[in-house]
Structure formats: structure tokens, C-alpha cells
């Protein structure tokens, strides 16, 4: 499945989209960055139904860039990486047949094709850990709880010239009809 040419809307589209969403500031800094294209995509994607969503400014945010272990009674990522700056995050449920893995693959195989983005670090299934830990400790979203056969997870760098982006992608599914893919965006802050 790939998005089709009506799902791809030009920038001030998304711009337009954010703005009545109440938020200006996030499409002041995503307006010149790689990172818009792969939202805006998932934001017009009409069989998609928003759960929730937030912007906020963070520091020292932890980007998991690994498998989520229990380490001496603790949850901890096999790697991550701190970052702070401007993260925005969605949560749809995907609906009328279509798969949260199906979108998920197509929107990961235009980030192959894209020079500007980095894959950091990818997880199928159990591979990745208890996906209770994901939707509640890591990306605190309860209804991204499923079966753990059925979760992904992938980041991706994303180069936008002088800014720098993390994208990070997570589907989940309980059964059929609740499919739930969560994607967070990182305009990571500059150090110094």
C-alpha cells in the first residue's frame, strides 16, 4: 500500500493543518525540514482517526535506539540517546482494513529512499520487548498495548541541513479492528 498522490499535500497544507490544531510554533520549525513530508502524509491519511496528540519543548528527552530489557528490577533501553528540543507526537488508530504495520512498512520504505534519513535502530515483535513497557513507560499511551508479536518499532535521523530530527515510528495491534500506530518527531535543540 502506498499513500496515494491525494495524501500528499504541499506544505502550506500541512502548515494550515497544524496551525487550526493550535500549533504555530511546532509548523515554524518543521517548515523547512525533511520531517514534514512523512507527517503531513500520515495527518491526511483518511483512514487514519487521531487519538490523541501533543507538542512540547523537552530536555534530555531518552530516544530509545534499543530493545527494552528489565535490568535489575528496572525497564531500561539496550541504548538510547538524550536529546532536547521541540517533540511532537500522534497516535491514530488505523481503521477500515488497513493494518498500523502496513502503514508503518510504507512509510519505511520511502525513508530507504530518502538521502536525508538514517535508520538508527529497528524492532519486530518480541524483539523489541514487553509492549506493555512501550505504551506505558515509554510513549504513555495505554491503548498502544497489544500482542507483542504484532508490535514494530523503528527511529530514523532525519538531516534537515542546519536541524537535525529524530523520527520515531511504533505499531502496535490488539486485533483486527484496533490497529494503533504512535509516531513522535524531535526538532532536536542545537548544543552550545
Known amino acids: 500500500m502506498k499513500f496515494p498522490n491525494v ?3 504541499p506544505r502550506l497544507a500541512f502548515c494550515v493543518l497544524i496551525i487550526l490544531a493550535g500549533m504555530s510554533r511546532f509548523c515554524a520549525a518543521m517548515e523547512e525540514g525533511p520531517a514534514n513530508q512523512y507527517l503531513s502524509r500520515l495527518l491526511a491519511f ?3 482517526l ?3 496528540s501533543f507538542h512540547r519543548d523537552v530536555i534530555a528527552h531518552e ?3 534499543g530493545a527494552l530489557k528489565k ?3 528496572e525497564w531500561r533501553f539496550k541504548n538510547s540517546e538524550r536529546m532536547s528540543g521541540l517533540l511532537i507526537g500522534y497516535t491514530w488508530q488505523i481503521q477500515d482494513g488497513f493494518t498500523a504495520s502496513q502503514v508503518m512498512s510504507d512509510i519505511q520504505d520511502e525513508l530507504v529512499d530518502d538521502p536525508a534519513a538514517e ?3 529497528n524492532c519486530v ?3 523489541c520487548g514487553h509492549s506493555a513497557q512501550w505504551a506505558n513507560r515509554v510513549f504513555r499511551e495505554r491503548v498502544l498495548y497489544g500482542r507483542e508479536d504484532m508490535q514494530r518499532y523503528s527511529v530514523y535521523r532525519l538531516n534537515g541541513g542546519d536541524v537535525d530530527y ?3 515510528i511504533y505499531s502496535a495491534a490488539r486485533t483486527e479492528n484496533r490497529q494503533y500506530l504512535h509516531v513522535e518527531l524531535l526538532r532536536v535543540e542545537k548544543e552550545g
Request: hydrophobic share 45%; no cysteine; net charge positive.
Open 46 to 48: 483518511p483512514h487514519a
Open 63 to 65: 530516544v530509545p535506539l
Open 166 to 168: 529524530r523520527l520515531l
Open 119 to 121: 535508520q538508527l535502530f
Open 71 to 73: 535490568v535489575r528490577g
Open 7 to 9: 495524501l500528499r499535500p
Open 125 to 127: 515483535g518480541r524483539a
Open 50 to 52: 487521531e487519538v490523541s
